[in-house]
């Protein structure tokens, strides 16, 4: 017997899941509650992990706030801004480290890699995706490349993406 929910029902889940994650993307479309946020569910048992203080929610713009003015314009339905991919990288992998997005999309995966000094690896099944995503990474291979050049001989005009 399978549950339905009615075409006028409604539904609140209350559980208790550790290492939950919200992004909050400060708005988001809706008409009654909006989506201003989603939840990521970070999985280790890295002792790295098990400290005290940390905070679970993560303020990063979302496309409709302003991530395109780092990003581009949005060209996935799920795309995340890099800014949010790469702290979540910086968090869990150091420099040398392999990052694996079995769900590539648009690649910004690869591209907060590549910029955070990872190996990438991707998998997308969508031809068009792929194509766009393989663009996206080459094009953030090349920025590193460029500033690679500029902090060897004028270290004042670099500005790389850092882990902090």
């Not at 609140?12 to 992004?23: A, E, T």
């Not at 094009?139 to 500005?159: G, I, M, Q, S």
């Amino acid at each position: 017997m399978k549950a339905k929910l009615t075409e006028k029902g409604s539904l609140y889940w209350f559980c208790v899941v550790r290492n939950m994650l919200v992004w909050w993307k400060g708005s988001g479309a809706g008409n009654f509650y909006t989506s201003e946020h989603e939840l990521i569910i970070f999985c280790t048992e890295d002792a790295r992990f098990a400290r005290k203080g940390a905070r679970n929610v993560i303020q990063c713009a979302g496309f409709a706030q302003g991530a395109k003015k780092e990003d581009g314009e949005k060209v996935h339905p799920t795309q995340k801004p890099a800014r949010l991919i790469r702290r979540l990288i910086c968090d869990a992998t150091s420099e040398g480290d392999n990052v694996l997005d079995p769900f590539m999309g648009s690649g910004t995966t690869g591209v907060s890699s590549v910029q955070t000094a990872r190996n990438f690896y991707g998998i997308e099944l969508q031809h068009k995706y792929y194509e766009i995503a393989e663009g996206r990474i080459k094009d953030a291979e090349a920025r590193e490349k460029e500033k690679l050049f500029l902090e060897t001989y004028n270290p004042r005009r670099a500005h790389g993406v850092e882990c902090t």
